[in-house]
């Protein structure tokens, strides 16, 4: 089993930072790629970036050059530092973890940005 805790949502301004962090805890030793994910209300969860446990990087076109995942394989930790955010941004943030024989998901964290 693997343990996901986010922190570090909150209420943010529009073209503001926030960075969210992902502590994992448990059978880690498995783990692969680690993820961010979000859901807006009434919208489908979607991937926003991923990395893998050598730094490979994938973002959706619509936070490239805005926001950077990286990873502490030290803290088993992976964050999620978001730059110049968009009230489009505002969701509900997931961490997703992929171990060769499951994936876990954390209780996610709410991101509202006002404009």
């Known amino acids: 089993q693997v343990q996901l805790v986010e922190s570090g949502g909150g209420l943010v301004q529009a073209g503001g930072s926030q960075r969210l962090s992902c502590a994992a805890s448990?059978?880690?030793?498995?783990?692969?790629?680690m993820g961010w994910y979000r859901q807006a209300p009434g919208k489908q969860r979607e991937l926003v970036a991923a990395?893998?446990?050598?730094?490979?990087?994938n973002y959706v076109d619509s936070v490239k050059g805005r926001f950077t995942i990286s990873r502490d394989n030290a803290k088993n930790t992976v964050y999620l530092q978001m730059n110049n955010v968009k009230p489009e941004d505002t969701a509900v943030y997931y961490c997703?973890?992929?171990?060769?024989?499951?994936?876990?998901w954390g209780q996610g964290t709410q991101v509202t940005v006002s404009s």
């Open positions: 997703r973890a992929q171990a060769s024989w499951a994936i876990y």
């Open positions: 448990g059978s880690i030793f498995g783990i692969d790629v």
């Open positions: 990395i893998t446990s050598g730094g490979i990087t």
